[in-house]
């Protein structure tokens, strides 16, 4: 399983500055590994983010986003005490679920 992931989410101006470091290879799928064979693709596909259970935000990649990837997004109806759940799932069906407070 991979690491969990680094979630901050303050309060800034009544707005919810929420930043998500994952950790995770994310492989193109088109690297040659040192016999010079291909390195399969690995990556994430789908990103949600859940204010109190509810989605706010649902993304999806491909193998063009970089390794370990940051995401960063404001949330205008969030309130102190919130709980903010991020979720990813890749390629290979591996999944990660962490969340935290707003704080």
């Keep these: 399983m991979a690491d969990p992931m680094r979630i901050r989410a303050r309060i800034k101006d009544g707005t919810a500055d929420i930043r998500v470091l994952m ?53 205008p109806n969030a309130k102190k005490g919130d709980k903010l759940t991020i979720k990813w799932i890749d390629n290979k069906g591996d999944s990660r679920t962490d969340d935290t407070t707003v704080g």
């Design 23 to 75: 950790a995770h290879e994310m492989e193109t799928g088109q690297r040659k590994d040192s016999k010079g064979e291909l390195v399969p693709a690995w990556h994430i596909t789908e990103v949600e983010a859940m204010l109190n259970g509810k989605s706010v935000l649902k993304a999806y990649w491909g193998p063009g986003i970089s390794k370990n990837p940051y995401l960063a997004f404001k949330l």
